[in-house]
C-alpha cells in the first residue's frame, strides 16, 4: 500500500513539473487602451470581468507584450491596428501582469511598427546607421529598455529578441534569405548583440527567436542551423502558427518532431496562434476567405483550437502556446479601426468565445 502510495505522489509531483515548465497566455498588448475606453469584457454567463484575473483564473500563466522602439513614427494606419506600445507603455503595462500573479514575455520588435516576414523596417533613429552601428544600437537599447524595466521592479520572463524575423531584421542591411547562406553574419551579429544585451540585464529570463514558418520544415531547419553556425545564445524556438497560413495541423505535428530530432536542446513554443470567427467589419478578408481550412464561425474557431491543443500535447519539446490578440473586443469601444475577428471575445457582445475553453486544455 506505502509503495503504490509513493508511485502515485511521484505521478503527481511530474505533472505537477510539467504545468509549473509549461506557458499558457496570449499577446495582449493593446488592454490597456481597451481599458481606457471602458472595454466591457464578459464570462461564459454574461458576467462583467477585469480581463487579466480572468485569464490567471481561467489558469493562464504568462503574458506576451509588444515593445516598438518610437511608434510616434509609426504610419497612421498602422496606429489604428493597434500600435502604439513604447517603453512608458509596456512598463505600466507590465506592472499589472505581474500584479496579476502573471509572467512576462516582452517581444522587442526593433521597428517603430509591425515587424512580420512581409516589414522589418528600420527605426527612425537608425536609419542612417550601416551594420556595426546597428549592432551597437540593437545591443544598447535592449540593455537601456531592460534595465528601465528593471529601474521599475519589472523583469521580463521571457524575451524575443525580434519579432516574427524569418527573413532578417532592419531591413534592408540585415534582409535575408533563410535557405541562403548570404547576409548571416549581420543577423547574426545583430542577434548576438540583441541576446548579450538579455543575459547581462535579466539573466534568469529565456531568450527566444522567433519565425513563422512552422509549416515549412525546410526553411524553419535551414534557420535554425544558420542560428547555430551564428553562435546565437539563445533557449527558445518561436513559431508562429496560423492555420491559414502555414499549413495543416498534422504537418505543425511533424515539423515538431522534427525540430526534437534536430535541436533536441531548444524547447519549442507557438508564440503566436489564431483562427477566424468571422469576417464582419474587416477589411483585410472577404467573406469566404480562408473557409477551406476551418469554417468561418465560432463552432469553426472552437475546432481549430480544439486540434491544435490536441496535437500540441503530443510533443514534450512545446513548452508554450500563446493566442495573438485574444483581447480584441469592438464591443462599446472604437480602439481599432477594423475588426481582425481573430480573438477570443465576441466583437459584437464582449463575452468569451467557447474557444477559450478549448485553449486552456493545453496545461495538464
Sequence with gaps: ????????????????????????????????????????????????????????????????????????????????????????????????????????????????????????????????????????????????????????????????????????????????????????????????????????????????IHTEKAGDWDITRSYYQHLKQQQVDYDIIGLSYYPMWHGTIPNLGKNLNLLAEYFPKKSVMIVETAAYYSHENDPWATPDQYAEFYPISKEGQTQFTRELVAELKKHNNVTGLFWWFPEENAYGNSVVKGWLNRGLFDNQTGQVLPAMKEFNYFLP
Design 1 to 208: 500500500m506505502k509503495r503504490k502510495l509513493l508511485i502515485v505522489l511521484a505521478a503527481l509531483v511530474a505533472v505537477t513539473s510539467q504545468a509549473q515548465h509549461k506557458y499558457l497566455g496570449g499577446d495582449i498588448s493593446l488592454l490597456p487602451s481597451y481599458e481606457k475606453q471602458g472595454t466591457i469584457y464578459k464570462d461564459f454567463n454574461g458576467k462583467t470581468i477585469e480581463l487579466l484575473p480572468y485569464l490567471k483564473q481561467l489558469g493562464w500563466n504568462a503574458i506576451r507584450v509588444r515593445l516598438f522602439v518610437d511608434p510616434q513614427n509609426a504610419p497612421e494606419s498602422h496606429k489604428g491596428e493597434g500600435v502604439c506600445q513604447d517603453l512608458d507603455y509596456v512598463i505600466e503595462f507590465s506592472k499589472q501582469i505581474k500584479q496579476a500573479g502573471l509572467e512576462l514575455m516582452l517581444d522587442f520588435h526593433y521597428s517603430d511598427t509591425w515587424a512580420d516576414p512581409a516589414k522589418q523596417f528600420t527605426p527612425k533613429r537608425w536609419e542612417q546607421a550601416n551594420a556595426q552601428q546597428l549592432a551597437d544600437s540593437v545591443y544598447a537599447y535592449t540593455r537601456s529598455s531592460l534595465l528601465a524595466m528593471k529601474q521599475a521592479g519589472i523583469e521580463p520572463d521571457m524575451i524575443q529578441v525580434g519579432n516574427e524575423i524569418t527573413n532578417g531584421m532592419l531591413w534592408p542591411t540585415a534582409h535575408i534569405d533563410p535557405t541562403k547562406d548570404e547576409g548571416w553574419d549581420i543577423l547574426g551579429s545583430f542577434l548576438r548583440a540583441g541576446c548579450k544585451a538579455c543575459r547581462e540585464i535579466c539573466p534568469k529570463a529565456q531568450i527566444i
